[in-house]
């Protein structure tokens, strides 16, 4: 049951941490002048901060959550890396698919932006390195049953 909920969870997260990089990364850019190094609208700029920095603990969590099920970060870490591998393969396909999906505007520009530079890529990486401990994909009973079988004793030093 818990991999069936972390799936669902997964499945969830994926539109909403590629949507939410894309639309924090648009709104940062039009918040500031390169050009004359200065912050043109600071409510957007902090709007958008506050949105990447919900995004980045989002998925905190999710790489550091022992408890959660490690499908909860396989299914984005799979779709952001296969988004980006077929960049990589076929870029005019990849790049037309944002403006295939709702919703459009400013957001689709942010899209193929994280995608072509990588930050996907790097997202999925990160985010597919917790599927790897076995600890995770075992029940938290497991653990407690491992303890109660072979309970851990610390010895002192020097006793």
Do not use: K, N
């Amino acid at each position: 049951m818990r991999h069936a909920f972390g799936f669902l969870l997964g499945v969830l997260l994926t539109p909403a941490l590629t949507y939410g990089t894309a639309w924090g990364y648009v709104q940062a850019g039009r918040s500031f002048d390169g050009s004359g190094q200065a912050i043109t609208d600071h409510t957007r700029m902090y709007g958008s901060f506050a949105l990447l920095a919900a995004v980045g603990l989002v998925v905190g969590v999710i790489i550091v959550a022992r408890w959660a099920s490690p499908l909860v970060s396989l299914v984005p870490a799979l779709a952001l890396l296969g988004l980006s591998v077929s960049f990589l393969v076929d870029p005019g396909s990849v790049l037309d698919l944002p403006g295939r999906l709702p919703p459009g505007g400013e957001l689709d520009f942010g899209l193929r932006m994280l995608l072509g530079t990588g930050v996907y890529a790097m997202l999925g990486f990160a985010l597919l390195m917790p599927t790897w401990a076995p600890r995770r994909w075992r029940s938290p009973r497991d653990e407690d049953d491992d303890d109660m079988i072979a309970p851990r004793y610390s010895s002192a030093v020097g006793s």
